[in-house]
């Protein structure tokens, strides 16, 4: 709108995760849909093996959306591991820097006057920070045998190795259609103003 001041720049921490996380979210969520291919059943609880146990069967999807683009099982476990401890450490980084910096303090605080979010858009930031991504991680932790010899209390908090992976692919799917809403939202909103934001870090700066 006409005399509103240019969009506050993010900060390169910011640009930096948001960029980073976008590659591995998306080779994630490809790598995913090949793992999922593999056995298309989710269950409930410790055990899961056989479709009449199963309360939900995926559909399977297709090889342009899969990574590898045919099936390959191993690549993608290789793949979707890989880029989760780039997402994981990321985001743990992100948080120590947004912490020190103060875009939590200035951007995400109900009610402060001149923040970059209106309110919803604060709900939906929060809601995916502090609940969508720790729970990605936390259930994508338990489903390695490795994290189960080493913090066995996972198991527990999840209600089983089967029920971590139908949280982990119900958040995954919501990840992906917040995915296509955000980008969607961008080419409505400006994706030339936007992109030069995330990249440079708004108009006029640096």
Known sequence: MAGMSADPPHKRTTRLWHWTNAVAVIVMLMS????????RFLYWG???AMPEEAWLRVPRFPGWLTLPSHYDLSSAREWHLAFAWLFAFGFGAFLAASLLNGHFQRDLRVGRAGSRYHPLQKLIYCGLLFGMLPLLIGTG???SPGMNAAWPWLLDLFGGRQSARTIHFLLAGTMA????GHVALVLVSGPARLMRSMLWGGEGTQ
């Open 177 to 180: 259609a917040f995915l296509v």
């Open 32 to 39: 995913g849909a090949t793992i999922s291919n593999a056995h």
């Open 141 to 143: 932790l338990t489903l």
């Open 46 to 48: 410790q055990k899961g």
